[in-house]
DNA sequence: TTAGGGTTAG
């Protein structure tokens, strides 16, 4: 009987022949078997609803402590960690757990962020028994304080063991690693390095791999590769994984490249990890090969793979890839995922496809802040002001919050688009959703009103903020700049020195020189220079000499002009050049015009304004057939100059 | 007749 009972039982597949099987095993006393017990109460799991399963758990008479934890262990795997706490805390009142009960309770503390729960676990654990003496739930007690965040009690629990082992000193240091504090992470590896008896481990290493990324620590990374590689740990394809993925975000595509050609059997993440470097790198067309290649050899492409070929494809803006790539995605079902769907919008907006993007939008079931900032972002991008404005609005009544990145970015584009309506929107939204203390908001909304012409409103945000940093200062140095009053701007730096602590940076002197640059204060533009260089001891970029050229220029001295280039420690970027170029054209200087003009058709050849800024210093010298000649050789390399646009918003 | 640590993402 018992072993027919037990055959059925194997094959028992509805949830009608369980509940059968469950009565004729009460009536016949069947149940007092734990082993028939255990794999009924397996089934009740897998083929009831909840409060059915527990019920006819209930029912069975004196189960061991080997039945209970099953379920416990079977709601476990299907990841429905409340029931783990509720049934626990209902059969474990008068029963005694043992160890593999507080493990599974742990697992689902760890799950739910069940804080307290654990800590009575921890308790209980010390009640019951010998702690030390179990490394199995000293990992579940660690890994459970970690992942509620709780570091301290991590800690704490460790130094409980007098000699943890190898699973015990990875959790601790994934508990670090996970909770973004790369550098104790690392602490702690080292402290297991010069423990006696401890050899790291392929697991192991891929969380201190993982630190090391965080850190963009490329050194202590290769130093592990060269370790595993003496070791010669058999296919460790995750600890692969991690070190490709710390090649990518440290931009080592070399790297990251030879690693990719002896990892024999790739699975989806290495592939994904190789894509995304190549697109990230500026090997965008490498990427899409790759891309291409893995489909070829039948590898399942997953979202987070397809986001890196879309990104690939949106950095060239690759516009037909990226169709393909959506065409792929719809048909394998992932366009449903937020994240693929967020990175098509990107990629259309990216190829100047808004109207694809949009499309792409409005199917999505489930919209997130990120979903609508990259529409808003994109609209923004593709000059749709009236449309950005509207999807903010909708936004808002979606009950979408952005934080405090968001705003910093969303403002950031709106500066760019310059509608006034739009930043006093975002202004009261700053506002309302209590931003208006954060510095990075308050000097993007400095940044953004002046730009989009209200200097008072500007000056308002300013004066309001009390803590004020030298990106502020420096904002509303730039702010007065834009609006020609580079008197006033001169005002607040002084104001600056003397009443704050705040030492100004690059950025300061780059903001005071445009200002000064752009009101035509020439002397008092030089006297800054000199200031940055001697008093504050700060280098010059090539920005700061372009201006410096440019009000030397404006005096018409050229060589003086010419001589600071020739000097210039940092790159001579086109921006230096330029300036020289329009003053030649103003003064009438043929020679160093041609120069100049020179090193910017070097810089970038196919720049059509470049052509026609010397042809006109030719032109104003005279020299009739070297501007002519010019103008032919635009034709002949079918150049054409962008024309300037300017927005009138009614 | 149950049990612990790991990789990719807007």
Redesign the pocket.
């Known amino acids: 009987m018992h072993e027919i009972v037990l055959k059925l039982v194997g094959v028992c597949r509805t949830a009608k022949l369980l509940t059968q099987l469950h009565s004729l095993t009460i009536r016949t006393g069947l149940l007092y078997d ?2 028939l017990a ?1 794999k009924l109460t397996e089934l009740y799991v897998e083929l009831l609803p909840v409060h059915n399963a527990r019920k006819l758990f209930d029912e069975i008479p004196h189960p061991s ?2 039945t209970c ?2 379920i416990l ?1 079977r709601f476990c795997g299907n990841k429905r960690y409340e029931e783990v706490l509720s049934h626990f805390s209902s059969t474990f009142l008068f029963e005694k757990p ?3 009960t507080l ?1 599974f309770v742990l697992k689902a503390c760890s799950a739910l962020n069940a804080l307290n729960f654990g800590k009575t676990i921890h308790g209980l654990g010390k009640k019951h028994g010998n702690i030390d003496s ?7 007690l660690i ?1 459970m304080y970690s992942k509620c965040g709780n570091m301290d009690d991590a800690l704490r629990t460790f130094e409980e063991y007098s000699k943890p ?4 000193w ?2 601790l240091v ?1 508990g670090y690693e996970k909770n973004f504090k790369p550098d104790e992470a690392l602490a702690v590896f080292t402290g297991m390095v010069m423990t006696r008896g401890v050899i790291p ?4 290493l ?2 201190v791999v ?1 630190a090391c ?1 965080q850190l963009l620590n490329l050194k202590a990374g290769k130093n592990i590769h060269g370790f595993l590689i003496r070791k010669g740990y058999e296919n ?4 692969f ?2 070190l490709l ?1 710390l090649y990518t975000k440290t931009g080592s595509i070399e790297y990251a490249g030879s690693l990719f050609r002896i990892i024999e059997e790739k699975d ?2 290495s592939w ?2 190789m894509i ?1 470097c190549c697109a990230h790198n500026g090997a965008t067309d490498r990427a899409i090969s790759l891309f291409d290649e893995m489909i070829y050899k039948g590898v399942e492409p ?4 397809m ?2 070929a879309l ?1 690939a494809c949106e950095a060239s803006c690759n516009i037909e890839k990226g169709r393909k790539i959506h065409e792929l995605a719809f048909q394998k079902g992932l366009e449903r995922d ?2 693929v769907s ?2 098509l919008i ?1 990629m259309y907006m990216s190829c100047c496809a808004p109207n694809e993007a949009i499309m792409v939008f409005d199917r999505m079931l489930n919209k ?1 802040a ?2 609508w900032f ?1 529409l808003l972002c994109g609209c923004v991008q593709n000059g749709m002001a009236n449309k950005s404005m509207q999807i903010f609005c909708d936004m808002m009544a979606s009950d979408i919050q952005p934080d405090a990145t968001m705003m910093v970015k969303i403002l950031g584009s709106c500066s760019e688009l310059g509608v006034l309506q739009l930043t006093c929107c975002l202004h009261g939204y700053v506002i309302r959703g209590g931003f208006i203390s954060n510095l990075f908001i308050g000097a993007s909304l400095i940044e953004c009103y002046a730009k989009c012409g209200s200097l008072e409103e500007a000056i308002e945000v300013f004066e309001r903020l009390t803590d004020k940093d030298v990106v502020i200062w420096s904002s509303m140095f730039a702010g007065y700049g834009i609006h020609g009053q580079a008197r006033e701007s001169i005002k607040l730096f002084h104001r600056m020195v003397t009443d704050s602590t705040v030492r100004p940076n690059k950025v300061t002197f780059l903001s005071i020189l445009a200002a000064c640059s752009h009101a035509g204060f020439v002397e008092e533009g030089i006297e800054f220079f000199n200031m940055m260089l001697n008093e504050y001891q700060l280098m010059p970029e090539s920005k700061h000499y372009a201006i410096i050229v440019d009000l030397l220029g404006r005096t018409g001295e050229l060589e003086k002009a010419m001589c600071i280039i020739n000097q210039m420690q940092s790159q001579v970027g086109p921006h230096v050049w330029g300036a020289l170029l329009s003053a030649c054209k103003i003064h009438q200087n043929a020679e160093i015009g041609e120069v100049a003009a020179r090193n910017l058709l070097r810089l970038d050849p196919d720049h059509a304004g470049y052509y026609i800024l010397l042809s006109n210093v030719y032109a104003v010298d005279g020299k009739w057939d070297d501007a002519a000649e010019l103008r032919s050789s635009i034709k002949e390399k079918e150049l054409k100059k962008i024309t300037g646009q300017s927005v009138v918003k009614l």
Request: charged share 10%.
């Open positions: 734990t082993h255990a402590i080997y934890n099953r262990q043992d160890h593999f493990l179990n490394m199995f739930l000293g990992s579940g890994d082992d190898i699973v015990l990875t959790t994934t481990d392929p697991i192991n891929v969380t993982s990324t460790p394809l995750p600890l994984n991690a993925n989806v993440i994904s990890c995304s997953n979202s987070v793979c986001i890196s990104q937020i994240l967020t990175a990107d997130d990120v979903s990259t």
